[in-house]
Structure formats: structure tokens, C-alpha cells
């Protein structure tokens, strides 16, 4: 039997390195060759790493979001005959490639669920507290007794806020041990009060690693949130007219045509009202100071995904037709879903189009997609009574619910902006000339 | 005018609660400045605790060897007739002071806390003036701790001054007085008078209640009783001090009887006990609520002023330094804001009479008051090898807990060396020992502390050398 050690390997595009974020095998199990050890994932693609060889696993050498170097061990086999400690995988090119839809097994793989341990002060408890112990251990104290507890017990109370006399305690003449202060905690002091009959009070506290996408999501929204003071602008748009138009396109289309939804349109709406307002669709590098402002309208529409939310990217709209936005705007939902998309079509988005509108809602506050500038939420198409200056009439009534950053962009000039789109979406003849 | 200081912390009084509040809150990075009137040290360590035991140590080396002198030791040592240059003996007391002063102010600057020189005296809860030697200084602080300390008690027909004296002139005495009359049978006066009747003094202790050491119980004193005997000093319970005699060599006392007497002393040492400093620094200004004679203060040591603090013998009783240090280490924790209250079990007191005298936590009879059933162990140094081998069998370790769980509620001791034990039975209670815990803890042979296991195991029943 030897060892085989398998490294980190180069998973391409310039990445120096990866954030681990699945294990699929654990200490102890028997891979095949071919067999899926785990993944990491870069900037925006997740890619799987396969075990080159048979055998058992002895060694992981990182744990659910630990960012490793290109390189470094990854996992130690034990293999038959003589191992081979120093081989990586980049030895056998073309094992690799962006991981496959691939089932997620039922627990989130990167929430790695496990009972909070209480922030152990020193000194460490001697052993782990059992949290289900009883409430009442130990012989009870008399009234007026003082409870008995060591110095460094007491100190760690008081630091804690709890009044030793409510901890009942487990030592010998009723003394309290760090162990029944542990329980005392993890019991929480709510423990005391009545229970409603068949409702049990739950102290049960998950600790769920924030690693991964979910991480990177965390970093890019408390980034967007720091940096950008938004402004949002929400406006009603009569889309009766658009959505008799889009029926009447579905209904005639050729069958290699896509559906189409409402984001076509919104996408070729934005190309439209951009043209009159490129500050919209631009970069702002704050630290350098400067607004790039393009020719491209790269419009990012967010997708949700199992493990969180991602931007998919149709490049070029303003070079596409409706047609081909509702193509791609297709292709990449499946992809994203699929966890199939690739970095480019993950990124180098100028606009981002969010949308809730399956689900309901009103108004959204939408988080601008950071460095861009604007970012555009589209909410529920509703029948809702409008005046038409004799009678109410019901009409398909949609909210735009758009962000701004009101560093570079003024109150003013968005609400021009939204004004612009929700001409072009009122009357969606507009958009095609 | 100097320019006004301005600190987070001020504290007054560098005595052991004052400046281990100060060492405590430079540790922790808190501004603090402290007022200090003499030098640093307090009476603990300028005019109590330290001199004191230096006086007694001298004693006891003088007296034994004054022992083998007279050919009466059973070890076989002989050797002619001692001296004593008291004048020497103060000197070399003052030295040890002395660098005790200086470690003290070394571990102040150490903890970068500066020292203003002088008398304080508030002008208002956040202002104190103190009159340094070079004009008033001002200090503003957000948070004051009061140490003040305490002084010797002095009794209105018996002032002080001439041959009268309190502890503080006692023991800087220059020459040994031939006879001297202790009035206050407490430790303080036991202690010093146990010392002088070592040296050669002829002492008499006058105590108004029926026994001295009035703390303590009668079990415990009896074998200070005994050495009280054996050294001469003759003990008079139930009699009232009056005065002095016209020509100032004699106490002028009424006896247990009524009857008046004339006791010759060439020294009266008036120890009948210490009162709080509670004037002169401008306690008037801010008006602080107190407990009888002692500022108030809660189990923060917080007084009725917000942002005031008082710790030590100002705040009460037990006046000992070590309960001040421990308040002054917890008070300037609070005042860096962790959460910190007064949770002791007990506080030893100890009495450096000869033998010494130990108590922590209860006694029996307040053990009783505590807990409806008690078991007690005592058990005698006439039982222990190391207490034979130092001449030291007189005394015992006697251990009182609760019959139903066993918890060891106070533990006594009385006997030579014994004080040292103070920290084990200050142990066992902070840490909620039972009998059993004690019992179960090998004690190294051979020493005194195993009269302290063999105490719980005769509690258990089963004492081993008894």
C-alpha cells in the first residue's frame, strides 16, 4: 500500500487560487477513478475535482471554505502498490472541465450544520456540556443560600451576566462547575418560563459556514451597500400594449424562436433609452475616480440559483434583436441554473435587470450591481383599475422599481431615464424603430 | 496656580487598596493618577503590618535565644546571656520599609500611573485640590476611588502624646521601655505586647470586656492565653482604662471589681481599635451617605455619589489589607468596564500573637447560626510530628461544615507558624471544598498542614493520628 497524493490543480484562466466548496468523500471512504472528490470554486465558475486513481481517503487537507493555492495537497489516497505522494492531477489534462449539472445532494453542502458551542472561556471547561441535562441536578439550594461555585466560575457569571443563584448546580454539595454554567447558557434563560402545552421552546442554535458563492454574494452586496448611496425610482407602466404585442409575437413565432418573456423587451426598451442616456450604462471605478461609460450594453439580469444569486450576462444587446435577446436571455437562466455558465457569461455586465416578478410584490429596493451604476427591478404585472379621464378601465399595470447611484447619477436624470423606458414600454412600437 | 490634571481614574491614598486599584487600572490602560499625603504604602506598610511583623520577628529571635540563654531549651543549645540594641532592631525595621515604600512607587511607575504629593481634599465629586509642597494642584477626574484608610482610635482621657502612644510610635520606640500598659485587648495590642514583653518589657494589657481577643472564640484564644502567662504579661479582663497618673507614669485604671489601681507603665500603648479617615479631605463637599462611622458603599464598592468609589478600611470592617487590595483590584475592572461584583467566601483574618491565630470563613458558633447541623474536627499539633519537632505542639486546625453536605463553611487554626495556612483554608472555602475534597488532598509530610487533612478526616470520623 502507498499513498497518493492529490493537489490542487490548475483549474485555468490565470487562478492562482480556489476556494474549496464541496467534499463529496470524507475521511475513510473508498473512491474509483473518476469518482468526484470535491469542488472549488473560482471567481465564478465551480469546477469538480475527479480522483485520478482507487482508494481510500486518509487525509483532507482543507476544509469547507478554506481558499487553497494552486498547487497545495488537496487529499491523500491510500493506494494499492507504491503511491505516488508528489503527483498532482494537472498530470492527466483533460479530467478537468466546469463541473456538469450536477444534482446537489439534499443538505446544502457548503451550510455545514452543527450545534453552536458556546464561546469557551478559559479555562476550558474540562468537558463538553451536555445540553439536555436536566434543569434540576443536584441537591436544591436552601433558600438564602449563597450559591457555591469556584472563583474562576463565579468571574465567568459575572462576565456573562447570569446570577449564579438561578444555575442550579451538579457538583457535590450542590457546587456549580463550569459544565452546569455551560448548561445554564446553552439552556438559554427563557428555560424558566411556562411552555405552552405541546409547544417546546427550541435553543437550538445551526452555525452555517458562510463559504462559497454565498460568501462572495456577502462580500459584493455589503460592497455595493458601503460604497453606493442608492437612490431608488419607482414608476407604474401600462404594459397592456406590450403584452398583447408579446402574446401576438409568441403566438406567430417560428418554432426555433424562443418564448418570449417581458425581459426582451425591457432589454431592447434599455438599449433604446440608453442611447439618449449612456450615463446609465457605465462602470464607475470609484477608487481611480472615473466612469466608464460603454458602447456595449451588456445587460446582467440576476438568476437565482440553489446556492444563491448570480448575474448572467447577455453581451452586446444593442447588437441583438428581440429574438436573440429572448435566445440568449433563455440559454443563460438554464445555464445559471445548471451551474453550467461560464466566467465570461458570469460577468463583464454595464446594466442589471432583476426581476421578482413571479413571485409578487409591489416595489423592491434593488442592491446596484457594484461597479455599475443602475440597475432596473421589474415587479408583477397586475390588472389595476386605471382612470382613463371617464371611467376606470382595467389595464396590465407593472412597477419598475430601479436603483441608482446617486454618486454619479442625480434624482433627476434617473427619473428622466425610467420616464424614457416607460414610454418605449407603453408604447412598444417605439422600441423597434 | 499650577494647571489642572485630568484623569479618568483618581484615586487617594496609596495604601494596599489604593495602589493596587492603580496598578490594576494602569494594567488595563485607564488614565489614573493617585494622592498620596505620606509615603507610599499606607499604614499597612509604613506604621502596621509590615514594621509590625519585623518588631515581632525580632521578638521572637530575642526571646529564643534569651531562652537558650537561661539553659531552659530541651535542644541542647546554650549560649551567654543575649543583647538588644533596640535603636538596630528599628533600623533595620525602617529598611525594610523603606524599600517597600520604593518597590510600591516602582510599581506605580511601572504601571505609568503618576503619584501628586500632598493632602487631598474634594472640592466637588469630580475636583480634588491637593496641596502639594509646591502650591495647590488641581486634579478633574471622570471616576474618584476613596482609600483613605483608617487611624488609630484615641480615647478622649488618654490623648495622645508623651508617654502615651498608639501602634504608629510603638514601633518606632528608640529605646525598651521597662514597663508597659497595652489598653485594648485586640490583636493589635496582643501583638505588640506579646513583642515587647519579649524584648523585656514588663506588660500589662487592660481590657474592658470579659476576655481578650473578643473576636476570636475563647477555644481558639486559650493557647495565646497560656504564652500570655508564660511571658509574663499579666491580663486584666473587665477593667476600664481612667487615665494617667498625675506624674504620668502609671495607668490610672477602675479593676473588674470597681476597685481603683495604679498600674506603673512607662508606655501606655492605647490600642482599642481603628475609626475610618473620614475628615479632612472634604468629605463635607460631596456628602456621601455612610454605614455608622464607614462611608456606605454597595457590592461595587460604588458610594451614594455617582462615579465615586471607596474601598478599604474606609468603608468598614473587616479593616484588613488584603480585603482592600481585592476591592481595589475589582474596582478598577469595573471602572474598565467589565462586570465584576463583591462575590468573596471569606476573607482570612489572621492574628500574629504568639502562637498565631487563623480564622476563615465561620466559626462554629456562626456556622450554627447558618446551617441547622455542623460537623467540627479538631485536631491537636500535640498530634503532629512536624509541630513536635518545632517545639510547637500547643495549638490545633479545626475545621466546622455542614452535617448535611459536608461543605466546609470555616476553618480555624492557632499555633506557631500557622498564619501560612491561611491560604490553603482560604482556598478550600473560595473553591466550595467539602470534607471529603479536603480529606482526599495528600498533604506532604511531614508538616503542620497535615493537621488541616487530619481536621476534615476527624470531622468524617475517621481521623488517621487521633
Known sequence: MGEHTIKLPDVGEGVAEAELVEWHVKIGDIVREDSILGAVMTDKATVEIPSPVQGEVIWLGAEIGDTLAVGSPLIRLKVEGEGTPTQA????????????????????????????????????????????????????????????????VRLRAQEAGIDLRQVAGSGPAGRIGHEDLDAFIARGTHAAGAVAAGLQPSNEITDIKVVGLRRKIAEKMAKAKQRIPHITYVEEVDVTALEELRAQLNKGKRADQPKLTILPFLMRALVKAIADHPQMNAIFEDDAGVIHQYGAVNIGMAAQTRNGVVVATVHHAEARDIWDCGAEVNRLADAAKAGTATREELSGSTITITSLGAIGGVVTTPVINYPEVAIIGVNKIMMRPVWDGASFVPRKMMNLSSGFDHRVIDGWDAAVFIQRVKALLETPAMIFV | MKKDMICKLLIIGTGPGGYIAAIRAGQLGIDTVIVEAKKAGGTCLNVGCIPSKALIHAAEEYEKVLHYAEGKSPLGIGLAAPTLDLGRTIAWKDDIVRRLNNGVAGLLKKAKVPVVHGWARFKDGKTVEVETETGPQIVRAET????????????????????????????????????????????????????????????????????????????????????????????????????????????????????????????????????????????????????????????????SMRGIYAIGDVTGEPMLAHRAM???????????????????????????????????????????????????????FSANGRAMTKLAEDGWVRVVARADNHLVLGIQAVGVGVSELSTSFGLAIEMGARLEDIAGTIHAHPTQGEGFQEAALKALGHALHI
Open chain 1, 89 to 152: 492531477i494537472e498530470d492527466q489534462p483533460g479530467e478537468l472541465e466546469p463541473a456538469e449539472p450536477k444534482p446537489l445532494p439534499e443538505t446544502t453542502k457548503v451550510a455545514e450544520a452543527k450545534p453552536k458551542a458556546e464561546a469557551k472561556p478559559e479555562p476550558a471547561p474540562l468537558k463538553a456540556a451536555p445540553v439536555a441535562r436536566a434543569t434540576t441536578i443536584g441537591a436544591p439550594r436552601a433558600e438564602g443560600d449563597r450559591p457555591l461555585a469556584s472563583p474562576a
Open chain 2, 144 to 303: 474618584v476611588i476613596i482609600a483613605t484608610g483608617s487611624a488609630p482610635i484615641e480615647l478622649p482621657f488618654l490623648p495622645f502624646g508623651g508617654n502615651v502612644i498608639s501602634s504608629t510610635e510603638a514601633l518606632a520606640l528608640k529605646t525598651l521601655p521597662a514597663t508597659m500598659a497595652v489598653v485594648g485587648g485586640g490583636y493589635i495590642g496582643l501583638e505588640l505586647g506579646i513583642a515587647f514583653a519579649k524584648l523585656g518589657t514588663k506588660v500589662t494589657v487592660v481590657e474592658a470586656e470579659s476576655r481578650v481577643l473578643p473576636l476570636y472564640d475563647a477555644e481558639l484564644t486559650r493557647p495565646v492565653m497560656k504564652r500570655l502567662a508564660d511571658l509574663g504579661v499579666a491580663v486584666l479582663t473587665g477593667a476600664k482604662a481612667k487615665g494617667v497618673s498625675a506624674k504620668g507614669d502609671a495607668l490610672l485604671i477602675s479593676t473588674a471589681d470597681g476597685a481603683d489601681e495604679k498600674i506603673a507603665a512607662e508606655k501606655i500603648l492605647v490600642t482599642v481599635g481603628r475609626k475610618p479617615v473620614t475628615e479632612g479631605w472634604g468629605l463635607e463637599e460631596i456628602d456621601l451617605d455612610m454605614a455608622g462611622r464607614f462611608i456606605k458603599i454597595d457590592d461595587q464598592c460604588r458610594t
Open chain 2, 326 to 380: 481585592a476591592q481595589g483590584e475589582m474596582v478598577a475592572e469595573i471602572v474598565a468596564g467589565h462586570k465584576r461584583s463583591w462575590d468573596k467566601r471569606c476573607i482570612p483574618a489572621i492574628c500574629f500573637t504568639d502562637p498565631e491565630i487563623v480564622s476563615a470563613g465561620l466559626s462554629p458558633d456562626e456556622a450554627r447560626k447558618v446551617s441547622p447541623e455542623i460537623k467540627i474536627g479538631q485536631f491537636p
